[in-house]
């Protein structure tokens, strides 16, 4: 299997942990904090997916499905449209409420275009450097694995949380 096809493979795993955390919930449900200072299904889901979205866009040269797409829009949220969560604060985590079928439209969109650029890779484009400002520098490989942690953490949580609410909520 080459390196593209293990990436590709990751991400998918990323899609069916998202799917088997949101799909069938309502937005009560999506919303729903254990404490006012957690986070949600909707944020947890937003956020992994603006995650890959800006990255994945951003090492590939191409815009954001949040802004090209209509994404943005459709959610309405009062965010920046570059905002991605990270630093958000309880506030902010609680004004991310969204319908399962908006957060699946919006994570299969990013979910497509992250495929269609990850098919293109061969081993050797791994190795390019897509970000100075770390020491060492960060590789397109690298970056990658770095989006299938953060979103992977992301999407368990979601899921230990779809747990949480079925077998605690009326």
């Known amino acids: 299997m080459s390196s593209a096809g293990v990436l590709l493979d990751a991400f998918g795993r990323i899609r069916e942990v998202v799917h088997e955390a949101v799909d069938g919930l309502g937005e009560k449900e999506l919303g729903f904090r254990v404490d006012p200072g957690a986070n949600s299904i909707s944020w947890l889901v937003w956020h992994l997916t603006r995650v890959q979205d800006d990255h994945v866009a951003d090492v590939a ?32 985590v609680a004004v991310v409420q969204a319908s399962a079928e908006l957060l699946t ?24 450097i897509v970000d100075t400002r770390w020491d060492p520098p960060v590789t397109l490989g690298v970056r990658l694995v770095s989006v299938i942690s953060d979103d992977l953490q992301h999407a368990g949580q979601a899921a230990y949380l779809r747990g949480v609410i079925l077998r605690t909520q009326p």
């Open 61 to 92: 040269g191409l815009e954001q499905v949040w802004t090209a797409d209509g994404w943005y829009e459709r959610f309405g949220l009062p965010v920046g449209k570059r905002a991605t969560g990270y630093g958000d604060s309880a506030d902010d």
């Open 105 to 128: 439209g919006y994570y299969d969109a990013v979910h497509e275009q992250s495929l269609r650029y990850i098919e293109t890779l061969a081993d050797q484009d791994l190795t390019r």
